[in-house]
């Protein structure tokens, strides 16, 4: 099973119509996917006790996270970085063992020039920190608000063959770590 994370929770947001269409590309290819999308975490996390315990209605993020032979995440680049949301969302994983060995690749996303390149860099060194296997190929998708079409594919059929391409690749990734072979 691949986690798919969108990585805000600011409403209406472009990362959530990607991580659709990565989600997409993956159930194609016959994988199991769980979609987390940062909307929906519960209130309660943003309290300081969550540090301490964490809510129980946090439980299913948590499982999702335990239960992934690998997350994709697509990464929105806010103010040069990663959006705050997704930094509280790996603060209350479990430590260390909620992305030990789990394989990850990012998607950028921005409105930008760049695609979410800082922040999808910045957000692969937590990655590393946690002891992840991050994977070779990364997408950024700039200028995003131009990018989505009617029904969610990209307009531009050069992108749209490398999303695919970097999200079966992924997917081709988790296997073989899976089975011992990176």
Known sequence: MIAVISGTNRQDN????VAALC????????EQVTFLDLRELPDALFRPEAYARKPPEFEPFQRAI?????????VPEYNGSFPGVLKLFI???RFPESLVEVPAA???????????LRAVEQLEMIFQYRHAHLFGRRVFLKGIGELLGPGGRLT??????RLETTVR???????AVKRGRV
């Open 106 to 116: 990012f998607v950028g996303v921005a409105a930008g020039e760049w695609g979410g």
């Open 169 to 175: 690749g992924f997917a081709a990734f988790c296997r």
């Open 156 to 161: 531009d059929p050069e992108l749209e063959t």
């Open 66 to 74: 335990l239960e992934a032979d690998g997350i994709l995440t697509v």
């Open 91 to 93: 603060d209350m994983l």
């Open 23 to 30: 989600r997409s590309i993956l159930e194609n290819e016959g």
């Open 14 to 17: 472009m990362s959530s119509r």
